[in-house]
């Protein structure tokens, strides 16, 4: 299943293959996604999702506000409808 990824602002929009975080479909692209860790910790990937929904196979540390405010570490996090994502606050 591949689903398409979109970002707002810049408009780039890429494809995310099953069992690939977003970071990883981003990166396999050569799309300029903030990252340093890419393990969960460092929060540089944060974003903000505006539509669709995702899932994690571990669950980062966001508060109940954070998530509810569509936070996603775009590392850990798994792409299951099309998404619309912002890097905006
Ligand atoms: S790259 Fe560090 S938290 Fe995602």
């Known amino acids: 299943m591949t689903y398409k990824v979109k970002l707002l602002l810049s408009g ?5 293959q099953q069992q690939q975080t977003i970071l990883d479909a981003a ?3 050569n799309i300029a996604f903030p990252n340093r860790c890419q393990v969960g910790a460092c929060g540089m990937c944060l974003c903000r999702l505006k539509t669709g929904t995702i899932e994690y196979q ?3 540390m966001l508060t109940e506000k954070e998530q509810a405010q569509g936070w996603v570490f775009a590392c850990q996090a798994y792409a299951t ?5 912002t890097f905006e606050e």
Do not use: H, M, R, S
């Not at 409808?81 to 994502?85: H, P």
């Open 81 to 85: 409808t099309d998404l619309v994502l």
């Open 12 to 16: 780039i929009t890429f494809e995310t």
């Open 27 to 29: 990166l396999a692209q």
């Open 58 to 60: 571990l669950q980062p």
